[in-house]
């Protein structure tokens, strides 16, 4: 059964690999301030891009377009790029590059640059790998950067911060809403610039509608989940006669999953979390001896979720689980006829793949791997196997 989970898991990982993110209505504008219509290949960048691929319909072949072809991109509803001739910094922020200089060191760069807010005061961001830059323009100003500079002191032990970009915020974001407290504690991270952003240009233009596509930065699920598992329990023994087989048992399995869906990627990787119980109730009579195992456990699991997409109601995912033991209830024991062993589960991997609807309902099937339940015993070891199938239900 093992090596049937381990050889589906394979086939579908190298189908994931494979797959193609989807085709979206977007549009571009070239050099000469023609804009085309088309589907563009939606990548959900984490790094800011420097072409584009695309199809003028969805039948139609792919095509490429690059940084110096289009001076204007974007994705319906998902995400817009405008090319930019601009002053970067790119100073590094990790210990070891760190200098006594607390100014920038400006690099003129070609860059698509991401519309993160639009109105009477505009926020663009820059993201390549670790480095994080933001940029701002008003009707009175072209787009530049807003710095944001570590350096250390002369004495190279303490770390200092160049934070120009408060100056200019207080400057140019005049307004009742935002006072200089807001702006003295505001950090140099997203979601805070866009939040001041958008209460200026609410503030400027009391029906403005902000960028719908940035409210939604932090996806958390939350899933009842139920199943039925099915395990068996085999223990080999040092000393034969302590050698035990327990026929399979099917049990309910209940469990709670927390899901953090990242940001990236169009949604398709998840962290998770579920805290689950479940059961196992075997008992052996032969000749020589009885043996029985009630067992009763709660364990949690931590994951890493990746999901294909098959269209827009519906997905397949395949998860890979680390599971933590966390209690055993009413001491939990193999009874043998001579003596009893006690259960101490170990730390173990499982694999699951599943299917989603609507982002709502799920069904997925589970194997744990390499579960043993003698850990640390000297002289024992069991082979507890368990495969499940769990429905879900997304409550938000």
Known sequence: MENTFTLVLFFLIIQICSSQNTYEKGY?????????????????????????????????????????????????????????????DRSRHKARFLTTNKEPVFKNEKLFLKVLVEGDANLYSYVDSNLFRYFIKTSDSEIKQLVFKLYVAADKVDLLENNAYKQVLYNTLKCDDITLTSIENLSYKKRELVKIFEKYNNCKTPNYDSNSKNKKEININLSPRFGINTAKLSVNSAVSSFDMSFDSATNLRLGLEFEYVLSFNNGKWGALLEPYYNTYKGEIVTEDYEASVDYKYLKVSFGLRHYMYLNEKSKVFVNGNYIVPVVGFSNPQIKHSFRSFPINSAHHVALGIGYNLNDKFSIEAKYEFHNEIFAGINGLGSVFSNASINFGYNLF
Do not use: G, H
């Open 28 to 88: 571009f504008i070239n050099n000469d301030d023609v804009k085309t219509s088309c589907y563009i290949l939606n990548m959900d960048w984490r790094n800011n891009p420097s072409q584009i691929e695309y199809k003028k319909s969805l039948t139609s072949e792919i095509q490429v377009k690059t940084i110096d072809e289009i001076k204007e991109f974007a994705i319906i509803d998902i995400s817009k790029y405008v090319r930019v001739d601009i002053d970067i």
